[in-house]
């Protein structure tokens, strides 16, 4: 016999709202067996499923990516059709995760960057504000570390 749980046991098990359930059965990507009185029915299955959704979900993946990847190869007339076909939409992700990677790499090179400037002010008497330290660290830096013009004096 298959184990079934109900919606509330998978929400418990996965740390996740019965709302977020539903959500992603109203989106069609899940699709519970339900009983004569008709509460919803879960599988392993489900289970696995729905443990994939919310991994591509935690990291970023718009709900469209989510539902053409879940859906794509129910499409295909042949194997080598889905074959083809959900690879090129494999590829089109990992170029964007790419891009995406390169793009934070470039974000957290400015974070330590801007950290790096922060960290000249330390034992800093002055008020941090362009009045307070016309020759601030920080200010003389935002030229060329765009995030420090978040951190700077927005009144100056």
Request: with cysteine; aromatic share 4%; proline share 3%.
């Amino acid at each position: 016999m298959m184990n079934e749980y109900k919606i509330g046991e998978i929400a418990d098990l996965l740390a996740i709202t019965v709302r977020t359930i539903r959500y992603y059965e109203e989106e069609g990507l899940l699709r519970p067996s339900r009983t004569a009185g008709g509460t919803r029915l879960y599988t392993e299955r489900h289970l696995s499923r729905l443990r994939s959704i919310l991994h591509l979900a935690k990291n970023g993946f718009s709900l469209e990516s989510i539902h053409l990847i879940a859906s794509l190869r129910e499409t295909c007339k042949t194997g080598d059709e889905s074959s083809n076909k959900v690879s090129a939409q494999l590829e089109t992700e990992i170029n964007e995760i790419t891009a995406k990677a390169r793009e934070l790499e470039r974000l957290k090179d400015e974070l330590a960057q801007a950290k790096w400037v922060i960290n000249k002010c330390r034992g800093c008497k002055n008020k941090p504000t362009s009045n307070g330290c016309p020759d601030c660290p920080v200010k003389l830096h935002t030229g060329n570390i765009e995030l420090l013009n978040l951190i700077w004096d927005q009144h100056s």
